[in-house]
C-alpha cells in the first residue's frame, strides 16, 4: 500500500477502460440487474403477492418481464434487455 505522499493526484494510477470495455461491463450489469428483477419476482408470486410483483414489473420495465395469471414471464413485445 502506497503512502499518501507517495500518490500523485494527477497521474495515471489506474488506467481507464476502453470503449469496448465499458460497454462489454454496462452490458453485464444490466443482464445482473434483470436476473435479480426476475428472481424477486419469482418469489413475490411464489409468495401469492402477485399484485406487488406486478407493480415491481411495471416499475422495471428494463427487466422484460411480466406477470401472467401470477407466473413470470419474458415481455413479447421485446423492450426488456435481450
Known amino acids: 500500500m502506497k503512502r499518501v505522499s507517495d ?4 497521474g495515471e494510477e489506474r488506467p481507464n477502460p476502453s470503449d469496448e470495455e465499458r460497454e462489454k461491463l454496462r452490458r453485464e450489469r444490466l443482464q ?6 426476475y428472481q424477486k419476482l ?8 402477485y399484485y406487488m410483483a406486478k407493480q415491481l414489473a411495471n416499475r422495471n420495465y428494463n427487466w422484460g418481464y411480466e406477470i401472467v395469471d401470477g ?12
Do not use: A, K, T
Request: contains cysteine.
Open 7 to 10: 500518490i500523485n493526484p494527477l
Open 32 to 37: 445482473r440487474e434483470r436476473d435479480e428483477g
Open 42 to 49: 419469482v418469489e413475490l408470486c411464489n409468495l401469492g403477492e
Open 71 to 82: 407466473i413470470v414471464m419474458e415481455r413479447i413485445d421485446g423492450d426488456g434487455l435481450q
